[in-house]
């Protein structure tokens, strides 16, 4: 474990007690460093410690403010509607003693903290239909209490987060500057890539464009990102850096993708990437039991395109951040994110042989929720 050597300066800045000895790592996240503290106040939550990535996220003021606007009108509707318990069922920032909900430490690091709930877990894995069900009716409860937060409030905190065609743009200026000479052995990657590309601007259309309302979601829907209770039930949506104004399927599809694959995101073994569709069908159907509340048919139909472009979106991501020097993401291993980049072209090829099917199941849990006409 990295040493924090300011630890006292930091902790002392937030309005909370922490034992600065029982510092541990928590979490298997690509992007941020977050660690676990014991609280010396004794009460039932303790606290996580996070650095946030500047390279990653360039406004953490404004971004805090997505997270905090977020945070309070989840509560309040919980508040309102009386289901429910907020100081369990959302997260919970710590505020500085000046004020703010992040500190920048001597050295300009950024530094937040947030509740840690006690008698929870989170799985990297989904391992069971039933979690799988959880999974979509967390995610699906999230957007719908959300949908009437006008995304126009929201602060784009990584620009163009999900616009295809840009990072399309970001890799072929990659593939051309070829700054560390890796684009020979990633050759086969980038061929698969560019076959591709036309199948993958549903969402650049003028009439998506026109129809597909804009909302406020949460931009990394992995299944890591929910807390389930030791009942096995879902109890909290975590790690809010990236809620910010987008369409609903790319939430979707995200989930979908990190799910219902049998390998894991960076699996060396590409014969181990199948698809776990009874996953699949039991997400979906959770899904529709909350969202199905607001969503509209232009969006209804739309979900199966997210969960074909995001796995190809994440491979170009991976793929670009390779030849790039790996700045992005954080690696195990020099070919890491080639690795990653395998894995999920592998997944898009799984998915792309099991669409219809999938799209039949979408279609079929709409209709309990008369989105659509059986």
Same mark, same amino acid.
């Given at each position: 474990?990295?040493?924090?050597?300011?630890?006292?300066?930091?902790?002392?800045?937030?309005?909370?007690?922490?034992?600065?000895?029982?510092?541990?790592?928590?979490?298997?996240?690509?992007?941020?460093?977050?660690?676990?503290?014991?609280?010396?106040?004794?009460?039932?939550?303790?606290?996580?410690?996070?650095?946030?990535?500047?390279?990653?996220?360039? /406004?953490?003021? *404004?971004? !805090?403010?997505? =997270?905090?606007?977020?945070?309070?009108?989840? +509560?309040?509707?919980? @508040?309102?509607?009386?289901?429910?318990?907020?100081?369990?069922?959302?997260?919970?920032?710590?505020?500085?003693?000046?004020?703010?909900?992040?500190?920048?430490?001597?050295?300009?690091?950024?530094?937040?903290?947030?509740?840690?709930?006690?008698?929870?877990?989170?799985?990297?894995?989904?391992?069971?239909?039933?979690?799988?069900?959880?999974?979509?009716?967390?995610?699906?409860?999230?957007?719908?209490?959300?949908?009437?937060?006008?995304?126009?409030?929201?602060?784009?905190?990584?620009?163009?987060?999900?616009?295809?065609?840009?990072?399309?743009?970001?890799?072929?200026?990659?593939?051309?500057?070829?700054?560390?000479?890796?684009?020979?052995?990633?050759?086969?990657?980038?061929?698969?890539?560019?076959?591709?590309?036309?199948?993958?601007?549903?969402?650049?259309? /003028?009439?998506? *464009?026109? !129809?597909?309302? =804009?909302?406020?979601?949460?931009?990394?829907? +992995?299944?890591?990102? @929910?807390?389930?209770?030791?009942?096995?039930?879902?109890?909290?949506?975590?790690?809010?850096?990236?809620?910010?104004?987008?369409?609903?399927?790319?939430?979707?599809?995200?989930?979908?993708?990190?799910?219902?694959?049998?390998?894991?995101?960076?699996?060396?073994?590409?014969?181990?990437?199948?698809?776990?569709?009874?996953?699949?069908?039991?997400?979906?159907?959770?899904?529709?039991?909350?969202?199905?509340?607001?969503?509209?048919?232009?969006?209804?139909?739309?979900?199966?395109?997210?969960?074909?472009?995001?796995?190809?979106?994440?491979?170009?991501?991976?793929?670009?951040?390779?030849?790039?020097?790996?700045?992005?993401?954080?690696?195990?291993?020099?070919?890491?994110?080639?690795?990653?980049?395998?894995?999920?072209?592998?997944?898009?090829?799984?998915?792309?042989?099991?669409?219809?099917?999938?799209?039949?199941?979408?279609?079929?849990?709409?209709?309990?929720?008369?989105?659509?006409?059986?």
């Amino acid at each position: 474990m990295k040493r924090i050597k300011n630890l006292f300066e930091i902790t002392s800045q937030f309005k909370c007690h922490v034992d600065i000895s029982s510092l541990k790592p928590y979490g298997t996240g690509h992007i941020n460093d977050t660690y676990r503290l014991k609280n010396l106040a004794g009460d039932e939550h303790d606290y996580l410690l996070q650095k946030i990535n500047q390279h990653v996220f360039k /406004d953490i003021p *404004r971004m !805090t403010e997505n =997270i905090c606007r977020v945070i309070a009108h989840l +509560k309040k509707k919980m @508040v309102m509607s009386g289901k429910g318990d907020p100081e369990k069922e959302v997260m919970t920032m710590v505020a500085t003693k000046s004020g703010p909900y992040f500190y920048q430490d001597s050295h300009g690091e950024y530094w937040r903290m947030c509740h840690f709930l006690k008698h929870t877990k989170t799985y990297d894995v989904v391992e069971t239909e039933k979690q799988a069900y959880e999974g979509g009716k967390a995610f699906g409860k999230f957007q719908a209490m959300l949908c009437d937060l006008s995304p126009d409030l929201m602060y784009e905190v990584i620009p163009d987060f999900h616009d295809i065609e840009k990072r399309l743009g970001q890799l072929a200026q990659a593939i051309h500057t070829d700054s560390y000479h890796r684009v020979q052995e990633a050759w086969p990657e980038i061929k698969t890539i560019q076959d591709n590309i036309q199948a993958m601007l549903f969402f650049q259309e /003028d009439e998506q *464009r026109l !129809t597909l309302p =804009i909302r406020v979601t949460h931009n990394d829907t +992995k299944f890591n990102n @929910v807390l389930l209770n030791l009942k096995g039930k879902a109890q909290c949506i975590i790690d809010l850096d990236t809620v910010m104004a987008d369409y609903i399927a790319y939430d979707f599809g995200d989930a979908i993708r990190t799910i219902i694959n049998t390998g894991a995101e960076d699996e060396k073994e590409l014969s181990d990437i199948r698809l776990n569709l009874p996953l699949f069908n039991a997400y979906t159907k959770g899904y529709m039991e909350e969202a199905g509340q607001f969503l509209d048919e232009w969006e209804l139909r739309s979900l199966i395109k997210g969960v074909l472009l995001l796995p190809y979106m994440q491979a170009v991501r991976f793929l670009t951040d390779y030849l790039n020097g790996d700045t992005y993401y954080k690696i195990e291993s020099a070919r890491h994110n080639l690795q990653r980049t395998r894995a999920q072209l592998q997944l898009l090829k799984e998915l792309l042989s099991h669409a219809q099917e999938m799209e039949k199941t979408i279609y079929k849990e709409a209709e309990k929720h008369q989105l659509i006409k059986s």
